[in-house]
């Protein structure tokens, strides 16, 4: 017996600070259903590094010192940046939130922050970009989200010798985390002090500390104070949610789960070898191949594809945050634009099967997703099944209707013990998303 006591609290020494724990607020766990709700985002990567138009890691691609990176200081001028406008393209397609880069890996800071220098409010165009969007977004009555990265390319007191990246920077000195601990901690209390309500943080970069995804061991070579930091942000703003791309199960004071360029479930990135959990879900992706600006990749997704991957997080109970990096002189491309304005046309017509709906009715098939909300089930065929007929499994009340979504052509099924059989032949078949609605009792 004191064999196994010892070894328990042995093993509770080893448990990092953030496995301490939590139990959210009231405001926070309403936060988490409306978050659910909302289905599809957009995720704005942009600042100084916009101008070398090779997209937001270039500084570390290209092995640029920091001392010459940040001469952009002295490029970056949005002048053509009008909050109103990106609002507007975000609500045109349908999009129900945003997250907005604050701060990327190269430390450059979108805000007039006090508590550094390389910021946007020293650059030609002098102004403070996230207040704008922040007042816009209020205005709008869109909520919004910061983006927020952990680790840090050029500061001296970030803990630079053990990380992954950034090691080409030039820097000489010696990491201090409790100094870049208290400057996190600031600048995150400016955030969520002086720009209106903050509807999450969205925070990045701590696999820069840890083995690469996929290794058996991807603990963190540094302690990041989590349960300092988060629940600084949850005493400033209760209802605020916390998510964090590590890649990895979510840490105690987390309010919801991202993957990165996959679906949960799915690996196709290789960074997600984590699982889905119970909380609410959210994956993020580009619309070429580059989160930043990058004035050569054509390399743009098509619009059904787009929609589709919408739909299939939908089936799995995941938000979508569909990303656009604008130039740097503050406009959005119109490759993005266009592509924005026709997935906004198809949620017009459709947007009853996503938003609000909540996924994992049953498994994802190779033909589709299920989605539901209330009384009715949206069944999303996106691949012309082999067979004459679908198999749905997880509708527990009795089935009264079944037709096409705004259509409302009659559809014939069969409901049985083992499931619902729905016979395809006389679908009105459509290229992007074929849309059955099952009423229910």
């Given at each position: 017996?004191?064999?196994?006591t010892?070894f328990f609290?042995?093993c509770?020494?080893q448990?990092?600070?953030?496995a ?9 766990l309403?936060a988490r259903?409306?978050?659910?709700d909302?289905?599809?985002g957009?995720?704005i990567?942009w ?7 090779e997209?937001?890691?270039?500084m570390n691609e290209r ?9 952009l200081?002295?490029f970056f001028?949005p002048i053509?940046?009008d909050a ?11 999009m129900?939130?945003i997250?907005f880069?604050t701060?990327h890996h190269?430390?450059f800071?979108?805000?007039d922050t006090?508590?550094?220098d390389w910021k946007i ?5 002098g102004k ?5 969007l ?8 869109m ?11 050029g500061r001296?007191?970030y803990?630079?010798?053990t990380?992954?990246?950034?090691q ?8 201090n ?5 208290q400057f ?8 969520l002090?002086n720009?209106g309500a903050?509807?999450?943080?969205w925070?990045?970069?701590h696999?820069?500390q ?15 104070h989590?349960?300092e930091?988060?629940s600084?942000?949850?005493?400033l ?5 916390i ?5 990895l199960t979510?840490?105690?004071g987390?309010?919801f ?6 679906l949960p479930?799915e ?8 699982q889905?959990s ?6 993020c992706?580009?619309?070429?191949d580059?989160?930043?600006?990058n004035?050569s ?10 929609i589709q ?8 109970n995941?938000?979508f945050l569909?990303?656009i990096?604008p130039?740097p002189n503050?406009k959005?491309?119109?490759e993005?634009?266009d592509?924005l304005q026709?997935?906004g ?5 459709n947007?009853?099967s996503?938003y609000?709906?909540r996924?994992n009715i049953?498994s994802?098939?190779n033909?589709?997703?299920v989605?539901?909300?209330g009384?009715?089930?949206?069944v999303h065929?996106?691949?012309k ?5 679908i198999?749905?499994?997880?509708i527990k ?5 079944s037709a096409m ?11 049985q ?5 729905l ?5 009105e078949w459509n290229d992007i ?6 009423k229910t009792?």
């Amino acid at each position: 017996m004191k064999l196994v006591t010892f070894f328990f609290f042995a093993c509770l020494l080893q448990l990092p600070a953030t496995a301490q724990s939590y139990t959210p607020a009231p405001e926070n766990l309403a936060a988490r259903q409306q978050f659910q709700d909302l289905k599809f985002g957009m995720f704005i990567h942009w600042g100084a590094f916009s101008v070398l138009g090779e997209g937001e890691w270039v500084m570390n691609e290209r092995k640029i010192r920091i001392q010459d990176y940040k001469r952009l200081l002295g490029f970056f001028n949005p002048i053509d940046f009008d909050a109103a406008r990106w609002v507007a393209a975000a609500k045109n397609a349908g999009m129900q939130y945003i997250t907005f880069i604050t701060r990327h890996h190269d430390g450059f800071s979108n805000w007039d922050t006090k508590a550094s220098d390389w910021k946007i409010t020293n650059t030609p165009y002098g102004k403070d970009a996230f207040k704008q969007l922040a007042d816009e977004c209020h205005r709008q009555e869109m909520p919004l989200f910061v983006y927020y990265s952990l680790l840090d390319w050029g500061r001296e007191d970030y803990p630079h010798e053990t990380g992954r990246t950034g090691q080409t920077a030039g820097r000489t000195g010696k990491g201090n985390y409790t100094a870049y601990l208290q400057f996190m901690k600031d600048q995150l209390t400016e955030l969520l002090t002086n720009y209106g309500a903050i509807a999450g943080v969205w925070f990045d970069g701590h696999w820069d500390q840890t083995a690469p995804e996929g290794a058996a061991d991807r603990s963190s070579r540094i302690d990041w104070h989590y349960d300092e930091i988060y629940s600084l942000i949850h005493r400033l703003q209760p209802q605020c949610l916390i998510g964090n791309n590590h890649h990895l199960t979510p840490f105690a004071g987390e309010d919801f789960q991202m993957f990165e360029r996959d679906l949960p479930g799915e690996n196709k990135s290789g960074l997600s070898f984590q699982q889905a959990s119970q909380l609410p879900l959210e994956t993020c992706e580009t619309m070429n191949d580059s989160w930043g600006f990058n004035i050569s990749d054509r390399k743009y997704k098509s619009t059904k594809r787009l929609i589709q991957y919408l739909v299939s997080a939908a089936g799995r109970n995941a938000n979508f945050l569909l990303n656009i990096g604008p130039m740097p002189n503050g406009k959005i491309q119109p490759e993005f634009t266009d592509t924005l304005q026709a997935m906004g046309q198809w949620l017009k017509q459709n947007g009853q099967s996503i938003y609000g709906t909540r996924g994992n009715i049953m498994s994802p098939q190779n033909w589709g997703v299920v989605t539901s909300k209330g009384k009715s089930v949206y069944v999303h065929i996106l691949n012309k099944p082999g067979a004459s007929y679908i198999i749905i499994t997880g509708i527990k009340n009795k089935v009264t209707g079944s037709a096409m979504l705004n259509t409302g052509k009659a559809v014939r099924i069969s409901q049985q013990h083992g499931g619902l059989f729905l016979y395809t032949d006389g679908l009105e078949w459509n290229d992007i998303d074929t849309i059955v609605e099952l009423k229910t009792e």
